[in-house]
């Protein structure tokens, strides 16, 4: 049987509020699972990178993002028997509040405290990406 191969970009997008100054990172929970990450997507033809995870974002959640920094964090992971899969994931920014989940297997978009982030998610390699993001994300602001 031969090895398939699969490709996603996305993207951990971060919001402040301007207000109080806390930092909020962009979450989806699943239809089926439950489970949350960040919004990701297959590449299309003729797509790079930063185009696909720019607009698997919004198609995920409706929200537009900018693509900050040079971060760029890669996920590798078998999601079933006979399937590689690559993920690619960059750091964003967006002033966007307002969010609207994908119809299909997506059951909600939200904003979680970044100070809650890591617990609320499901997966480890999620955790581990991140942790980079946020390591990244502190010296930018430094």
């Known amino acids: 049987m031969a090895l398939k191969y699969e490709k996603s970009c996305g993207a951990l997008v971060f919001r402040q509020d301007p207000r109080t100054g806390r930092m909020y990172i ?12 960040f919004p990701k997507g297959h590449v299309e033809a003729g797509e790079t990178e930063h185009q696909t995870a720019i607009r698997e974002v919004e198609e995920e959640t409706a929200v537009k993002i900018r693509i900050t920094s040079d971060f760029c964090e890669k ?4 999601p079933m028997p006979g399937v590689q899969k690559e993920v690619v994931y960059f750091m964003a920014m967006t002033d966007q509040r307002a969010t609207h989940p994908h119809d299909g297997e997506i059951a909600d978009v939200e904003w979680v405290p970044l ?8 997966h480890e390699n999620d955790k581990i990406v991140l942790r980079a ?10």
Do not use: C, P
């Not at 996920?75 to 078998?78: G, L, N």
């Not at 100070?115 to 499901?122: F, G, I, M, V, Y």
């Not at 993001?133 to 430094?142: D, P």
């Open 115 to 122: 100070d809650n982030a890591e617990r609320s998610l499901t």
């Open 26 to 37: 962009l979450m989806i929970r699943h239809k089926h699972g439950g489970h949350r990450s």
């Open 133 to 142: 993001a946020m390591k990244a994300l502190k010296e930018t602001m430094v």
């Open 75 to 78: 996920v590798h992971y078998s």
